[in-house]
């Protein structure tokens, strides 16, 4: 269903949000004005009833609360979004669905695999769901690249590299729950890399082992503030990942080599068709009508907008949406096996990943210090 096709609807989808911090003015409260002829928003929550008031004045939102409970009750909205510092996740998104209310969260999903089982636990089928904003699959380049792999259009693929170098200052981590496992669930890994990862395992399927080192370099931090990691994937491909929020120079960069052809995406915080190159290999560039059909041939850019486009379209057909179930946990087993390795010192094979123990309920053992030779 495309965005422009909503017309004739009797009833709009009502939406409350939770957490009025800078993600949800930024990206959420814009993203739900373009689709104001689908959706509207009935209320806002936050600890700060300042910050409540502000937000809701400068959105012409009616509804103000200080908790998610507080905002169900009043509302019963069809939607909730959580927007609020990671460790709060769990308890909202758990709260929205036991209230009939479909759930879209920010990243990172919840702070442990177990968290994450937990909510999976409260859906319905049909919905309510839970899903999460990993809105690098959305985009045409991905959705263009994920079909050329499934039709093995380019070739078998083999190689693969997946960089989140960023640059975070010391000030960013005055920010009390930042930095901390307890509060945030992570470092880069978990905070940063999270969607270039998530796109990685989009377009090269299921993951099945990694080996990993993580660490404390320059940040005063508890989490690390690098990692890199070497990936195998089911269907044979090897990839690098690397995540750092010390890079000055900032780039977000996946790199896909297959048999026929390298396709690159750069950007930083979003891409569209421009971010994007495929390159023939030296014996495919001769076939010059099937490498020009390679790109996409509509231009939607990564974004809030199309992941929600896709949501709203999901709730009424009452089908699981994308981003979440197995889809959503996959990513966060990826980065809980990237500590486990990190921090173990031993590669993890994904079929060996536990319902129990340390990397299950935590991303990190308590007596690894980062930042300390080990």
């Known amino acids: ?199 990685l395992l989009e377009v090269l399927g299921e993951w099945t082992e990694i080996t990993a080192v993580a660490e404390r370099l320059d940040r005063q931090v508890e989490t690390e503030d690098f990692s890199s990691a070497i990936v195998r994937f089911a269907n044979g491909a090897i990839a690098t990942v690397v995540t750092s929020v010390i890079s000055p120079r900032e780039v977000s960069y996946l790199r896909f080599d297959f048999q026929d052809a390298t396709v690159e995406v750069e950007h930083l915080y979003g891409y569209d068709n421009s971010s994007w190159t495929w390159t023939p290999a030296p014996h495919a560039a001769e076939n010059l009508a099937a490498v020009e059909a390679w790109s996409p041939q509509e231009n939607v850019p990564s974004s809030h907008r199309q992941q929600l486009a896709e949501l709203l379209d999901s709730m009424e057909a009452k089908v699981r949406p994308r981003a979440s179930g197995e889809e959503g946990r996959r990513t966060l087993e990826f980065i809980a096996a990237l500590y486990q390795s990190a921090e173990t010192g031993k590669s993890v094979k994904r079929s060996e990943l536990s319902q129990d123990g340390t990397y299950y309920t935590a991303m990190h053992d308590e007596s690894y210090i980062y930042g300390k030779q080990n």
Not at 7 to 27: E, N, Q, V
Not at 116 to 127: F, H, N, T
């Open 1 to 199: 269903m495309s965005e422009t096709a909503h017309s004739g609807r009797s009833a709009k989808i009502r939406a409350g949000l939770i957490g009025a911090g800078g993600i949800a003015t930024i990206a959420h409260l814009p993203t739900l004005k373009a689709h104001a002829d689908r959706v509207e928003v009935v209320g806002i929550a936050d600890l700060d009833p300042d910050r409540v008031g502000q937000v809701a004045d400068e959105w012409g939102i009616a509804g103000r609360y200080r908790s998610a409970q507080e905002l169900l009750d009043a509302e019963s909205p069809d939607l909730l979004i959580i927007c609020t510092p990671p460790s709060a996740h769990k308890d909202a998104a758990i709260q929205g669905l036991q209230a009939g209310a479909w759930v879209w969260c920010e990243k990172p999903p919840v702070l442990t695999l177990a968290e994450y089982d937990a909510v999976a636990a409260e859906e319905v089928e049909g919905g309510p769901y839970a899903s999460y904003v990993y809105q690098h699959r959305f985009g045409s380049g991905a959705k263009t690249l994920k079909k050329q792999v499934a039709e093995s259009t380019l070739g078998r693929p083999l190689v693969a590299l997946c960089n989140t170098l960023w640059y975070r200052p010391h000030a960013y981590y005055d920010v009390p729950w930042r930095g901390k496992w307890a509060t945030e669930g992570g470092g880069p890994a978990m905070g940063h890399g999270i969607h270039q990862i998530d796109l």
